[in-house]
Nanobody
């Protein structure tokens, strides 16, 4: 599977962005997908995950209430809607699939087997 993240850019604090993760090579409709982010000098951190059919979603405590993960299996795409953006949301955002373990709000990069290239989100104050 190939994953392509897009939708990043420059936003003002309090604004919104919607990121997309488009899959190709095979369907991801039965596969969970996660979003992670990595700020300069920091480790990659979990943001959100959604199960294969979208029944359940999981969020890092730092973004809960501001970010929503969703999926459109007909388009083989997963989205990350980010609202009330903060400067600390600035990072490169990555999507990943092929979950290796159970879902939780504390998932790690090692829990996912396939990764796409990231998309940069910059939030100005």
């Amino acid at each position: 599977v190939q994953l392509q993240a897009s939708g990043g850019g420059l936003a003002q604090a309090g604004g919104s962005l919607r990121l997309s993760c488009a899959a190709s090579g095979r369907t991801i409709s039965n596969y969970g997908v996660g979003w992670f982010r990595q700020a300069p000098g920091k480790e990659r951190e979990f943001v959100a995950a959604i199960t294969g059919r979208g029944k359940n979603s999981y969020y890092a405590h730092s973004v809960e209430g501001r970010i929503t993960i969703s999926r459109d299996n007909a388009k083989n795409t997963v989205y990350l809607q980010m609202n009330s953006l903060k400067p600390e949301d600035t990072a490169v955002y990555y999507c990943a699939t092929d979950v290796k373990t159970s879902y939780s709000a504390e998932m790690t990069a090692a829990d996912f087997g396939s990764w796409g290239q990231g998309t940069l989100v910059t939030v100005s104050s």
